[in-house]
């Protein structure tokens, strides 16, 4: 039932009856000039009712700080870091602004000019943005939006860093730059393991026969804690590795059990990455030339020199753990520019094959250049 009636002030009422988020039926009611403009209101309520677009008013009311707990609630799929930064995220940037505001009170116009008020770099608020568009989706999934208005928010540019592969002179370089941890180098430029990968790899996860290590273990430092968890994207996998490994790895594997760490820190504890940037990553870095160079840096180069190598994006795709080849090709791109140049190549031969037969067999239709 719904109704448009005038109030003694002159305004009017429009409400209706709809069953609430507990089942039970309930009024609601707004104040209108015209009561035109309140018969519009009750027509779009009764139209998204019909199509399943309707949203409980109060739902609606729910805050976006409330949302934004069950966001983040919602995702045990997050690797500790991933679910590290979001929080961090919320805290700084979304709940100062945005957290005492309603749902049905975020608009398109208001979330635009936030977005447009940050003074970062550009990759950092799409970053900032991807978080509130995660929590108001989720509102729209759980009907407490109909739209979400971040949406077709204009994102800032994004300055791409390019990308930096060492070639195979400059892996040497490196690795004899660090001495003791020579292996740690080569297993990194020439693997494609993740760092969290390789510090959590055990004596029992390398198949030395098959030349094979078994990646189902990732660690991350987390706020000075080290989290385990499983490889980014779940993507469970058998590395292989070059046979000039051989020895470097028995010496890793030998005198431990199975489930010892494959490369510990001097300590024996688990590797991080800051200790070891510290400790004589950096430094070998700037004794081979190549200063500013992350171990990050070293997974590119493995692409790269599979690619180098032959290496099918397929085969790449599987090697470095990504969830499709068109994942592989998105992230490297640029590694198969070379493949371009080869297929013009080889047109150029087939053309001048044919041509070469079209000139023997049809003389007389050559045309005069």
């Not at 309603?102 to 977005?115: F, G, I, N, P, R």
């Not at 991350?220 to 051989?246: A, C, I, M």
């Not at 494959?262 to 070998?284: E, H, K, T, Y």
């Amino acid at each position: 039932m719904a109704s448009v009636t005038k109030r003694p002030d002159g305004t009017y009422r429009a409400r209706y009856r709809a069953p609430g988020h507990d089942g039970k039926m309930k009024e609601y009611a707004k104040h209108f000039p015209t009561k035109k403009a309140g018969q519009a209101w009750l027509d779009e309520v009764t139209a998204s009712r019909v199509t399943g677009t309707y949203i409980d008013p109060d739902r609606a009311r729910s805050t976006v700080a409330a949302m934004a707990t069950t966001w983040l609630a919602s995702h045990p799929d997050w690797t500790p870091s991933t679910r590290a930064r979001n929080e961090s995220v919320v805290a700084v940037h979304v709940l100062p602004r945005w957290g005492a505001v309603k749902l049905a009170d975020v608009t398109h116009e208001a979330v635009q000019e936030w977005v447009g008020g940050f003074q970062l770099a550009g990759g950092t608020v799409r970053k900032i943005l991807g978080v509130l568009n995660g929590i108001l989706e989720l509102a729209v999934t759980t009907k407490r939006l109909a739209v979400n208005p971040a949406v077709a928010v204009a994102r800032p540019k994004q300055t791409i860093k390019r990308r930096r592969y060492l070639n195979a002179h400059q892996v040497e370089r490196l690795a004899h730059a660090a001495g003791d941890a020579f292996d740690v180098v080569m297993v990194l430029a020439y693997s494609g393991l993740r760092f969290g990968e390789l510090a959590a790899l055990r004596v029992g996860s390398v198949d030395q026969l098959r030349r094979r290590f078994r990646v189902e273990e990732s660690v991350t430092e987390v706020n000075g804690v080290s989290e385990w968890g499983t490889p980014k994207d779940h993507q469970r996998r058998s590395v292989p590795y070059p046979d000039f490994l051989d020895d470097h790895v028995a010496a890793r594997m030998a005198d431990k059990g199975p489930n010892d760490l494959l490369f510990p820190s001097a300590r024996g504890g688990v590797l991080r990455v800051r200790n070891l940037r510290r400790g004589w990553f950096d430094a070998a870095a700037v004794a081979a030339g190549v200063e500013g160079l992350t171990p990050h840096e070293l997974r590119h180069t493995a692409a790269s020199l599979a690619v180098k190598a032959g290496a099918s994006v397929l085969a790449l795709q599987r090697m470095l753990g990504h969830d499709k080849p068109s994942t592989t090709l998105d992230v490297y791109a640029d590694l198969f520019d070379e493949d371009l140049d080869d297929v013009a190549a080889r047109l150029a031969t087939v053309r001048a094959a044919g041509l070469a037969d079209f000139l023997r067999t049809e003389p007389r239709l050559v045309a005069v250049q």
